[in-house]
């Protein structure tokens, strides 16, 4: 996701870095070693404290295994026991999805369609590429074309199951700054912000099961952030951010439960909602940070404003660790926020434009859009990098992996994966 002149073109093309995706799988079992969605095994960048984490950057304890040249995207690679799947657009025209081997980048297979847009002018810098990050589940990898176009294919063998064209087959309009939106998985059904609206559909068929919150897609329409599943106020719910406002969506008939509006320069409200307890937190481009405390009485709703607090967020979904949020800004810096006071108790000078951030609860691992890798120590007092180093040449838009003892880390032209050694 970035872009250029007047903040108008300063949001609107990068928009897409936001919404990468994939399922959830928080079970207390054994943790998961796979990094099959958007930000991670629960969408919220955390990984199990109990799995491996890098404790140094340094080349000789992090190096290089492969690297595949592709073409651009900004989808995060998927990571399988055995794979890593990875989009890009080919030619201005085409769309493809590969399948490559996680110990070799040997490729498996690919499969190719038909897919392009030119987004608007003022975007035109940052490119007319693939955004949506796919999700896989049960064999089966699920990804979003940017025209609107969802395909479930066999991840072991390449083969298409079934493909929905949300304008064709649903009505509405190509949305201008493509699809966006990273799916996620909830049991039998899939969830994602396509069709000009906010849709579930059966993941086994592609058959639509409901479309609610609907935008219209076009250029003032269609999501540029991910949907996540919480419980809240005792109730089971999905957490959309629409361009507008954020909701929540009950899962059987797709119905509004509530809702609260989020100012926003034309409508660059980019973050994955961050769910904390019954509160929900966001921050948008021309707007501020902002923490909500939603309640039920009865069958009635309400949402209450917490706090605000003017550090305005842009694409870089937060972390949230100790009641802390963590959160990379419009300005380019790196704040922290206490959830409770909406204080921010340090923010640093300037770094990139953009940073995807994982963390393993006592560390954060950021990956800035220049290709600089940071390790840092998650301190509510002040601001503790470790380590950094300069890891690729290239842009580095696509959201960082993680995976037992390695990195994946997708520039803009290429895939490569770095392995660490354990500490003696």
Known sequence: SAMKSSQSSAMLALIFCSALANSGNVSGKEPSKQWAQWRGPDRTGHIDPALPWPTSLKEGELDQTWRVELGPSYSSPIITDKHVFVTETVDRKYEVIRALDRETGN??????????????????????????????????????????????????????????????????????????????????????????????????????????????????????????????????????????????????NGKMLW???????????????????????????????????????????????????????????????????????????????????GKDTWTTESFGKYWSLVTNGKHILALDERGELLLIKANPNKFELIESRKIADAETWAHLGISDHELFVRELNAMAVYRWKDSP
């Open 259 to 341: 809702s609260q509006d989020v100012p926003a320069f034309r409508g660059m409200n980019i973050l994955t909602p961050t769910v904390v307890g019954n509160r929900v937190f966001t921050s948008s481009y021309g707007g501020e940070s902002f923490l909500y405390d939603v309640k039920k009485d009865g069958n009635d709703w309400a949402v209450e404003q917490v706090w605000a607090n003017r550090k305005q967020g842009y694409m870089s979904s937060p972390v949230v660790i100790d009641n802390h949020v963590y959160m990379h800004l419009r300005n380019q810096r790196f704040t922290c926020i206490d959830l409770e006071t």
């Open 107 to 252: 490729q498996a297979w690919e499969v190719k369609w038909e897919g392009a847009i030119k987004v608007p002018f003022f975007a035109q810098s940052n490119g007319s590429w693939i955004r949506a990050t796919p999700i896989f589940d049960e064999g089966r990898l699920y990804v979003a074309g940017i025209r609107d176009v969802l395909t479930c294919i066999d991840a072991e063998s390449g083969k298409e199951i079934w493909t929905v064209d949300f304008v064709k087959d649903h009505g509405g309009q190509v949305p201008s700054f493509g699809f966006v939106s990273s799916p996620m998985i909830d049991g039998k059904y899939l969830y994602v912000q396509a069709a000009g609206g906010f849709v579930k559909l059966e993941k086994a068929t592609g058959k639509l099961v409901w479309n609610g919150l609907k935008d219209g897609g076009g250029m003032m329409g269609s999501a540029f952030s991910s949907p996540v599943k919480a419980t809240i106020a005792g109730t089971p719910q999905m957490v959309v951010q629409t361009r507008t406002k954020l909701c929540g969506v009950d899962q059987e």
